[in-house]
């Protein structure tokens, strides 16, 4: 069974600072997803990192995949209060059974205070 | 574009009622899964289908049952509903892994919250 362990559980913070969210395995992923969801909806792609080391920026939102692929990390600068959410990492299989299928992190409840 | 219907939206079950849940995708997406999210818990496989007419068990598909009679229609049901089952409960759709623009990437619905008495 893959697992992935995201920290941390909460955060809250003011509206400018920065933060991180980090997203750990064991095991190697094909890719990592990451999402965000808000209260009664479902989640929502943000972006998906497929080679290890790669690096994506998404306007203040900055996502990395391990040289190894088994861990991620979402960086966001200068947080807003519209960045208040759930956000979630998704590991997808690498191989065999677990191909394709995504394994979620617990998430992180972000509250950015104005 | 519609996305991912799910219905009903909220449902309350006395412990051993049935029902099933409906989800409905537009996008002529291969794959379509149920999760069950708790607190704490993230989001936790049910079961899966990647394609008409086939389904597979997720991480907890024990006290569920799945048909996936047409591609575009993947149906979750409970045959006796116990409070353990009292969750919120998404509907999700992708391409086939490998051939999607978007590498596996799930359209999710806006889920169903079911409370079990």
């Known amino acids: 069974t893959q697992l992935l362990e995201q920290s941390p559980q909460f955060l809250s913070i003011q509206e400018g600072e920065n933060l991180t969210v980090y997203c750990n395995s064991s095991?190697?992923?094909?890719?990592l997803q990451w999402y965000r969801q808000e209260p009664g909806e479902g989640p929502v792609l943000l972006v998906t990192?497929?080679?290890?080391?790669e690096v994506k920026k998404l306007k203040r939102l900055t996502f990395q995949f391990g040289d190894a692929r088994k861990d991620s990390s979402l960086h966001i600068t200068a947080a807003q209060p519209g960045d208040t959410g759930l956000y979630l990492c998704?590991?997808?299989?690498?191989?065999?059974?677990?191909?394709?299928?995504?394994?979620f992190g617990q998430g992180t409840i972000l509250t950015v205070h104005p | 574009n519609a996305g991912v219907t799910q219905t009903p939206k909220f449902r309350v079950l006395k412990t051993g009622q049935s029902m099933t849940l409906l989800c409905a995708q537009d996008m002529n997406h291969e794959y379509m899964y149920w999760y069950r999210q708790d607190p704490g818990m993230g989001l936790r496989l049910i079961h899966y289908s990647v394609g008409e007419g086939t389904t597979a068990k997720g991480e907890v598909p024990d006290g569920y049952n799945v048909s996936r009679l047409k591609k575009q229609n993947f149906l979750l049901g409970l045959e006796s509903a116990a409070p353990s089952q009292t969750s919120v409960y998404f509907c999700?759709?992708?391409?086939?892994?490998?051939?999607?623009?978007?590498?596996?990437?799930?359209?999710f619905g806006s889920g169903t919250r079911l409370t079990v008495v």
């Open positions: 999700a759709s992708s391409f086939i892994p490998g051939t999607g623009g978007d590498h596996y990437g799930y359209t």
């Open positions: 998704a590991g997808a299989g690498a191989g065999g059974t677990s191909y394709g299928k995504l394994t």
């Open positions: 095991s190697v992923f094909s890719s």
């Open positions: 990192v497929v080679t290890g080391g």
